[in-house]
């Protein structure tokens, strides 16, 4: 073997060690990519459930009975509340891993749309009516489930 021969093989097994390399360090910043991409769904999710729990104080202040609307403001609460739902419900994939707290806020959503008729009804003036208490009492099941749907996915995703 001659002196070009041996450089040849020293320079081929050179070029395979930094392949090799290369190929472990790919596979690490892969690796490190997925759980960045974790980490921030995780958060994102995390972010959601807090949005929510901020509703939960907006529906916690609805009025109960008719007599109870004298003094509170479900004409600012009610709107409050839409705007987290429609936040979070944009900021959830239809079919992702969330997908069930999804279905969760529609069904609140369209419980709110019954109370808020409810509250439309009574008016100003002498009460009269009823407010539909079961709606209202609908969209804080749903919102709770939401939330804990929301918390579970973001615990199941692996870092």
Same mark, same amino acid.
């Given at each position: 073997?001659?002196?070009?021969?041996a450089i040849s093989v020293v320079g081929a097994v050179v070029t395979i060690v930094c392949t090799l390399i290369s190929i472990h360090q790919a596979r690490a910043a892969k690796r490190y990519g997925d759980a960045l991409k974790a980490a921030k769904t995780r958060i994102g999710l995390l972010t959601l459930a807090e949005r929510l729990r901020a509703a939960q104080d907006?529906?916690?202040?609805l009025p109960q009975a008719p007599s109870a609307l004298r003094g509170s403001r479900?004409?600012?609460?009610?709107? !409050?509340?839409? %705007?987290?739902?429609?936040?979070?419900l944009g900021s959830l994939e239809r079919n992702g891993p969330a997908a069930t707290a999804r279905g969760f806020l529609e069904q609140a959503q369209a419980n709110l749309d019954r109370y808020e008729d409810s509250v439309r009804m009574i008016g100003p003036g002498p009460v009269m009516g009823s407010l539909d208490v079961v709606a209202m009492r609908?969209? !804080?099941t749903a %919102?709770?489930?939401?939330?804990?749907e929301i918390v579970e996915v973001a615990e199941r995703i692996d870092p």
């Open positions: 073997m001659t002196a070009s021969d907006a529906i916690a202040q479900p004409d600012v609460n009610i709107p !409050r509340i839409r %705007v987290e739902f429609d936040r979070t609908s969209v !804080r %919102v709770q489930d939401a939330i804990a």
